[in-house]
């Protein structure tokens, strides 16, 4: 089902190398029909990486069926947000991965390509070089000023295709409040760049982290939420949770049990994490003056296995006024979620060192 009257968001370049920076404007639209009028007190944040559009072939070879599955998965859980990343644009089939499920969830939608394809590949029929995969942001409140972040640290050549590793940001009107949604994509490196890419993911969590309060702070917000594929194995020790933490955020699914964290199965390229090391958890949402009162992982094999190489996750977050400061103490400290716990004495003399950070509070799974 082609988009109709699609144009190219990308400068295409004429020499491609592992310098490139490709210019892409940032694709938006709406299909709220009926948007709330009222605040809730809490929002439901989902976060999947849909494997180019369902169809990379990364999943259950008998699974690979496009959107029309990842599509009633989001219609059953009906999140308040969804935060995507490796969709595709301008490529076949779908044509338009953010805008297809925006119509038919009746959401507004941010898109922001990635990586764009250097040559045909099977998902690019017409040879145009317009093939990308990027990050988007679903929401069913009303999005406005998005923001593209091109991460400055990057690392890791990949043939075939340029540009590199992003997120995007907006901020969702949610009632009377603003609420700033972000999804990115961190370095996952390969086989021979592996330890550089694990330092290049958190230089990309810090930048995020960054802009996120940046929106925050220049449109008023009462929370904001950022998550999306990480590919941080190492969970809570990860380089990309310290400065996370750091900036006050928290890991909505540091109270999950440890065998129930895991997002990929693996499967192709994932399965020597998993088979070597048991790091089979890439994916994340992490919250900012606001707590996660319930977070899970969909192991469901009916509802939203085999789509992709990985599940999902989601947080369901309380906008209600408890404070930051107070949770993270709390997140910190590994005891819950319980807001009026007595803070660890340590807390307030780590403000200098994202390792202290991490060791000080606590690994949490």
Known sequence: MPWPNQSPLCEFPHDVDRDTSVHCATENGSFITAPPTTTPSSLLTLAFNINYNGLGGEGDPDKQDGLEPILNFIQHLSPDFVLLTEVERGCSTYDNGAAWLAARLEMDYVYAVEFISTKNSDRDEQNNMECSTGNAVLSKHPLDNPKFTRFDDQCCWYENRASGRSAISAVAKVGTSNVVISSGHYESGNEDVWLPA???????????????????????????????????????????????????????????????????????????????????????????????????????????????????????????????????????????????????????????????????????A
């Open 198 to 364: 694990v330092f290049t993911r958190g230089g990309q969590a810090r930048q995020q982290a960054k802009d996120v309060k940046g929106l925050c702070e220049k449109y008023g917000c009462t929370a904001a939420i950022l998550g999306g594929d990480f590919n941080s194995p190492f969970r809570s020790s990860d380089p990309v949770s310290f400065p996370l933490r750091f900036a006050g955020f928290l890991d909505a699914h540091h109270s999950t049990p440890f065998d129930e964290r895991r997002t990929i199965e693996g499967v192709d390229v994932e399965a020597s994490f998993k088979d070597n090391f048991g790091l089979d958890t890439l994916d994340y949402i992490y919250t900012w003056k606001a707590r996660s009162n319930k977070a899970g992982v969909c192991h469901d094999p009916e509802l939203c296995h085999g789509w992709s190489d990985h599940t999902s996750v989601w947080t369901e977050t309380d906008i209600g006024g408890v404070g930051a400061i107070t949770y993270n103490k709390a997140a910190l400290k590994n005891i819950g979620s319980d807001p009026n716990a007595e803070p660890y004495k340590a807390n307030w003399l780590i403000v200098g060192s994202n390792l202290l950070l991490g060791w000080e509070g606590g690994i949490y």
